[in-house]
């Protein structure tokens, strides 16, 4: 039975009997459950909640999953695997319940990349293998040629502490699922990360430029953290459908380099297909 979960309070040996509550609605602990599942985890918590999450009972498990596979999370290139498994049917792990649910409820899919120390990205090493032969990326293109997550309609890719030009340099995008309609892109750093560094990383241009990236049926685009790097962009050009611009540029007092950033995007010449459209900060 799904209906209620119980949870048992601890409390310390008293003279006074321990009043125990009802059993919470299975649709209270859902909800709680995807709090903080939605929550802004690192990936070192976000991989510790999976991997909690399924050891508690199989109740539990099937709870979890609903939530977690709804908008579902890839926070490393074995989770890739994993997923592409379940939607396959290769997993044993879990029981029929479990492998539908992708298909069933997956609404969103979330990439977050971070690189593991401030050290490297000031050194500029990049974490990923450029010719991207082994990337969480990799489950789009297997999303794109087989019909999976039919109710897959937002893509988002959550940077920390990384440059401007990965999502380029190595073809993040080249296949993307053609039932998206929302392409989030965010790029934020530690505190201990210098600005000067930051704005330093936006004026580098990618070394691959995008040509004929299969995003036309994006309506809705937001990139935020990117400042003045090329992304912004980019992904304008790019997504010759949309209806809806998000930029967190230009926010509070903008900068004069910002004005001319986003005024040049707005030129006919650069992005025709956005003269009706109002960004919106």
């Not at 926070?75 to 890739?80: D, R, V």
């Not at 040629?145 to 380029?168: E, Q």
């Not at 040509?211 to 997504?239: I, Q, R, Y």
Request: glycine residues 4%; hydrophobic residues 40%.
């Amino acid at each position: 039975m799904l209906d209620t979960l119980p949870i048992t309070p601890y409390a310390e040996a008293s003279a006074t009997p321990v009043r125990l509550p009802p059993d919470l609605p299975i649709e209270i602990i859902s909800k709680i459950v995807s709090l903080c599942w939605l929550s802004p985890l690192t990936n070192v918590e976000r991989i510790t909640f999976m991997k909690s999450s399924v050891l508690v009972s199989k109740a539990w498990t099937i709870l979890y999953s609903e939530v977690a596979f709804k908008d579902a999370f890839i926070p490393s290139l074995g989770y890739a695997k994993y997923f592409h498994n379940l939607l396959d049917d290769a997993s044993a792990i879990f029981d029929a319940d479990v492998h539908s649910m992708p298909d069933k409820h997956c609404r969103s899919l979330t990439f977050q990349i971070e690189r593991p120390t401030v050290e490297l990205l000031l050194k500029r090493e990049v974490q990923y293998s450029p010719d991207n032969n082994k990337s969480i990326f990799d489950l789009l293109d297997w999303v794109t040629d087989i019909p999976y997550l039919p109710h897959l309609r937002r893509v988002s890719v959550k940077y920390l502490d990384c440059g401007y030009t990965d999502l380029f340099d190595n073809m993040r995008l080249v296949t993307f699922p053609p039932s998206v309609t929302d392409l989030d892109i965010s790029y934020t750093f530690r505190p201990n990360v210098p600005s000067h560094f930051i704005h330093q990383l936006q004026k580098t241009y990618p070394a691959t430029s995008p040509e004929g990236l299969p995003l036309n049926h994006v309506k809705k685009l937001s990139v935020f953290g990117g400042g003045v790097s090329a992304t912004l962009a980019l992904l304008v050009t790019s997504c010759v459908g949309l209806d809806a611009v998000h930029t967190d540029l230009g926010k509070g007092t903008p900068s004069r380099e910002e004005k001319e950033y986003l005024s040049t995007l707005r030129e006919p010449a650069i992005s025709p297909h956005l003269l009706p459209i109002l960004f919106s900060i």
